[in-house]
């Protein structure tokens, strides 16, 4: 573990972000919106069903799909406001394809398109022209290298049909950690067992060494990263093509009390999700602070 001088990031609460139900997925969409699905109880249809909520501030539009089989972790919205919740994990039927792990939904919650983006995703998010960016861990990499199929890539982007628009080619990605699509001229992604951090933009592609840390999240601005895993945040500083960690980073509230909970990240907003409420900050309004320390 690093250890670094240690500052406090305090974050605001996310007025409308009460929970009703079992927590399912958190993501953020490219234009800032916050998104969280929960599974609740339809009382009028005697039925579980998912509830996806859009924040901005106090405003609050809330999304019913049906309920079924999938087990979904990860949720975005396509810039046309259509919604799409991917499972991490897809079956495969009984010819040896794999089945759907990508559905799509219109803002009333009927359910337009479903694919598959193969098995074994880490992170996915969607850029400001519709594409997919789907990451995938280990498990998915080496077991979808045997029959050459997408995940093998380790970052690939797909359009909203499902076919491939990008792959990776470049990166020997043994598991893609972390991802941050920022737009679609800069895509961010943390993998092993390089320990690097690489932004594709439409120039050359920027390829930064890292402290040897299972980073999961991080937010960006400027020459500034905000890394987190399970265990511990820190504030990174690019110098040349090496980030190094500067400060350790501690969560709190705006009155000073200790946050823990799941983070999710992108560009340079971080939400971080109790049992009952969101909290959220930018790393840009909040960096001279960090870099004075404690």
Known sequence: MLTSPLAHFPLRRLTASYRTGRPVATGITVDGHILIV???????????????????DDWRKTTIVERNDIDFSLVDRFPDGRLLLVAS?????????????????DPQGQLLNSFC??????????????????????????????????GAFGLVAFDDTGEVQYKNRQYPIDDCYALNVCSSTEVWFFYYSDYRFVRIDQE???????PT??????????????????????????SGTLFKSIRSI????????????????????IVLATAEHLYVGRLGQRLDTLLMGE
């Open 38 to 56: 929960e599974e609740t109880i339809n009382e009028s249809r005697e039925k579980h069903v998912l509830s996806i909520h859009q924040l901005k």
């Open 89 to 105: 994990r897809c079956d495969d039927d009984i010819d040896g394809t794999w089945l759907p792990n990508a559905f799509i939904y």
């Open 117 to 150: 983006l193969d098995d074994g995703i880490q992170n996915m998010q969607i850029d400001e022209q519709g594409w997919i960016w789907v990451s995938y861990f280990d498990e998915g990499i080496y077991a979808d290298a045997v029959t050459s199929s997408n």
């Open 204 to 210: 050359d592609d920027l390829v930064c060494e890292a």
């Open 213 to 238: 840390i299972t980073f999961s999240q991080f937010a960006r601005y400027g020459d500034y990263l905000l890394a987190t895993n399970t265990e511990e945040a820190k504030l990174l500083e690019r």
């Open 250 to 269: 501690r969560f709190m509230t705006e009155q000073g009390i200790s946050l823990s909970g799941d983070l999710t990240m992108r560009d340079d907003l």
